[in-house]
C-alpha cells in the first residue's frame, strides 16, 4: 500500500476519533449538573453574602455541607461558587487536574489596586506573569540556601521577642502573647522583605500601616460586589482604604529607594561576605515576560504587601494557636521540653538550626496545630478554565471554586477524635506518613495543594519549629491563675484566638537576669536542668 494512503487513513481515523471524543466528552458535561446549594436571589442573594462576616460565611457554609453533601454551590455574584469539603475530591481537583483548576477571579474593587491589577502571585491568572513571580520568589528568597542566610536575623528577631516578653511580665505579671508574636515575625519577615539595613523604627511604621489595612480587610469585602455602586455608596469607607493603601506606599516606597541605590552604587561598600540579598533586591530587577518591562514602584508595594501579609501574619496565627495549647496541656509541653533536652546540649541558651530536624515530636506539635487550627479556613478562590466535572456534577468554565480547609483537617473519618490537640497522632507509623502537600493524597491541607499550593511552607514550617521550640526551651508556660485557655475562633486576616492568649513564664535557666522585680506568688524556678 501506497505510504501516503496509509498517512491519509491514519489521520482520518485520529480526526474522527477526536470529534466523536468531543461529542461523547461535551454531551456528558452538558448532561451535568451543578452541585446542589440553597436557592438563588440573584442580586439580593449575593449582597446578603457578601455582607456577612467572612467568619460567619465559614460556618455558614459548614453547615450547609451537612445539609446538600460535600460539595455544594453558592450563587454570589454573576457566576456559580462551588465549595468542596471532601479531601479526595479536593485531590482529584487540585492535584489530579490541577492545570484546569489553577486559576484565579478577575480583580474587583480594592483588589485591583491591592494587587496591581494582579500582578501578585497570589492574585496572578494562572500563566507566565504568575510562574514568573511565583519563581522568582521560590528561587532567589525560599530557597534553604537563601533562608539560611537570614540566621542572623532570626536570632535578633528571637533576642527582641524574648526582651518584649521578660520586660512585660516584669510589669505586670502576665504577657499578652499575640502582641510580641505579631511583632517579631513581623521584624523578621520585613528584614528578608527589606534587607537587613531597615530600622527598627522604619519596621515599626511599615507595621502601623499594615496593621491598619487588616484590621479593617473583613469591612472592605463589600467593595468586591459592584464596585462602582458600592464604592459610592461607602465612599467613606472607600477614602479609608485608599488612605491605608497610600500610607502603606509612603512607607514602603522610600525604603526600596533606598535598597535600589544601595545595589547601584553602595554594593563596593559593603564588606565581601556581608551582603545579604532581600526580597526587593530580586524585584527590583525583574523584567516582566509579557510586557518586557520592570515592576513599578507600586507593584513592587503590592509583592512587599503580599510578602508580609502572606509570611508574617498566618505564621503568627499559627504560632499563637500552637503556645496556647501547650499552655492548656501543661503535660505535651513539658514532653516537647523533654524531646528538646533529648537533643540540646545542657546549658545552651539557643537550639541550634540544624538541631530542629533532629526533633520529630516538635513537628508532631506543629502538624497538629495546624491540622486543628489552620489560619486559613478556604484557600483562595481557584477559578476553572473549562467545563469540569467532578463528582458527577458540573463545575462550569470560569466559575470559582475553594476548599474548606478546616473541615478537612477535622474529619471524623479521617482523624480520631478531631477536636482533641494530640500530636502523637503523628508520631504513629500512619501519622508520618502524612504529607502535608498532598501530592499522593490530601489528609490535611492548611498550605492548600496543587499548583497554588502555598510557596511559603517550607519557611513557616521553619519559623514555626524554630520559635516554639526556643520559647519551650526558654520558659515555661502557664496559664494565669483562676483562668482558662479559651480556643474560640475569630477571623481577621486568618482565623485567630477569639480572647488572645494571656500566660506567665518562668525561665529554664538564669536568663531573666533580675529576680527582685518578679511579681509576687509566682516562682522563678530553674526547671528541669538538674
Ligand atoms: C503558617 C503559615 C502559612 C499558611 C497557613 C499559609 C497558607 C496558605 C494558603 C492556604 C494559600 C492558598 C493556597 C491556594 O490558593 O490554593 C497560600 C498561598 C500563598 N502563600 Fe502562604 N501560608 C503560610 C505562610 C506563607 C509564607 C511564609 C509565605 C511567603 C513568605 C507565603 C506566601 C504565599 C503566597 C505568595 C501564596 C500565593 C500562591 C499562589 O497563588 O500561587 N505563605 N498560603
Redo the contacts with the bound molecule.
Keep these: 500500500m501506497e505510504a501516503w494512503f496509509i498517512l491519509l487513513i491514519t489521520i482520518s481515523i485520529s480526526v474522527l476519533t477526536k470529534i466523536l471524543f468531543n461529542l461523547l466528552f461535551s454531551t456528558k458535561i452538558s448532561s451535568h449538573k451543578l452541585p446542589p446549594g440553597p436557592p438563588k436571589f440573584p442580586v439580593i442573594g449575593s449582597l446578603l453574602w457578601l455582607t456577612t462576616s467572612l467568619y460567619d460565611l465559614h460556618l455558614a457554609i459548614s453547615s450547609l455541607h451537612s445539609k446538600f453533601g460535600p460539595i455544594l454551590t453558592l450563587h454570589i455574584g454573576s457566576l456559580p461558587a462551588v465549595f468542596v469539603a471532601d479531601r479526595r475530591l479536593a485531590h482529584q481537583a487540585?492535584v489530579q487536574n490541577g492545570a484546569v483548576f489553577a486559576d484565579?477571579p478577575p480583580a474587583r474593587g480594592i483588589e485591583k489596586i491591592n494587587t496591581s491589577n494582579q500582578r501578585t502571585?497570589?492574585s496572578?491568572s494562572y500563566g507566565s506573569t504568575?510562574r514568573f513571580l511565583?519563581r522568582n520568589?521560590a528561587s532567589e528568597?525560599?530557597h534553604p540556601l537563601r533562608v539560611k542566610s537570614y540566621s542572623h536575623s532570626r536570632k535578633w528577631v528571637l533576642q527582641l521577642l524574648k526582651d518584649r516578653l521578660e520586660s512585660e511580665f516584669r510589669g505586670s505579671g502576665r504577657i499578652c502573647v499575640m502582641n510580641h508574636l505579631q511583632h517579631a515575625m513581623f521584624c523578621l519577615?520585613a528584614v528578608m522583605c527589606l534587607g537587613d539595613k531597615v530600622g527598627e523604627d522604619d519596621i515599626e511604621k511599615i507595621e502601623v500601616a499594615h496593621r491598619r489595612f487588616l484590621s479593617n480587610f473583613v469591612g472592605f469585602n463589600i467593595f468586591s460586589f459592584c464596585p462602582s455602586v458600592t464604592m459610592v455608596v461607602f465612599r467613606n469607607i472607600w477614602k479609608k482604604y485608599l488612605q491605608i493603601r497610600q500610607d502603606q506606599e509612603n512607607t514602603l516606597i522610600p525604603l526600596i529607594r533606598a535598597r535600589k541605590e544601595l545595589k547601584e552604587e553602595g554594593l563596593s561598600k559593603i564588606k565581601e561576605g556581608e551582603f545579604v540579598l532581600c526580597y526587593v533586591d530580586s524585584l527590583i530587577d525583574l523584567q516582566l515576560p509579557v510586557e518586557k518591562r520592570k515592576l513599578e514602584e507600586g507593584e513592587i508595594v503590592s509583592l512587599c504587601s503580599?510578602?508580609l501579609s502572606?509570611?508574617a501574619e498566618?505564621?503568627t496565627?499559627?504560632l499563637q494557636w500552637i503556645m496556647a495549647n501547650l499552655v492548656k496541656y501543661p503535660q505535651i509541653q513539658e514532653k516537647l521540653f523533654r524531646k528538646i533536652k533529648e537533643v540540646v546540649g545542657e546549658g545552651e541558651e539557643l537550639i541550634k538550626e540544624e538541631d530542629l530536624q533532629k526533633m520529630p515530636y516538635l513537628k508532631a506539635v506543629i502538624l497538629e496545630g495546624?491540622r486543628r487550627h489552620?489560619?486559613?479556613h478556604m484557600?483562595?478562590p481557584?477559578v476553572v478554565t473549562e467545563d469540569t466535572v467532578i463528582d458527577k456534577y458540573l463545575v462550569p468554565k470560569n466559575g470559582t471554586i475553594n476548599?474548606m480547609?478546616a473541615e478537612m483537617g477535622r474529619d471524623p473519618k479521617v482523624w480520631e477524635d478531631p477536636m482533641e490537640f494530640k500530636p502523637e497522632r503523628f508520631m504513629s507509623c500512619d501519622g508520618e506518613m502524612v504529607d502535608v502537600t498532598g501530592v499522593k493524597e490530601i489528609k490535611m491541607m492548611?498550605?492548600?495543594?496543587?499548583?497554588?499550593?502555598?510557596?511559603?511552607?517550607s519557611?513557616?514550617m521553619f519559623?514555626?519549629e524554630y520559635f516554639v521550640a526556643n520559647l519551650v526551651w526558654s520558659y515555661e508556660w502557664k496559664k494565669l491563675k483562676g483562668d482558662e485557655v479559651d480556643l474560640s475562633e475569630q477571623l481577621e486576616f486568618s482565623v485567630g484566638m477569639q480572647y488572645p492568649l494571656q500566660a506567665c513564664i518562668s525561665p529554664r535557666s538564669i536568663q531573666m537576669s533580675t529576680t527582685s522585680s518578679v511579681p509576687d506568688g509566682f516562682i522563678f524556678n530553674k526547671l528541669h536542668l538538674s
Design positions: 487540585l484565579r502571585i497570589s496572578a504568575w511565583r520568589l528568597i525560599l519577615l503580599e510578602f502572606g509570611g498566618t505564621t496565627t499559627a495546624l489552620p489560619p486559613a484557600v483562595v481557584h476548599f480547609v492548611p498550605f492548600g495543594s496543587g499548583r497554588r499550593i502555598c510557596p511559603g511552607y519557611l513557616a519559623h514555626l
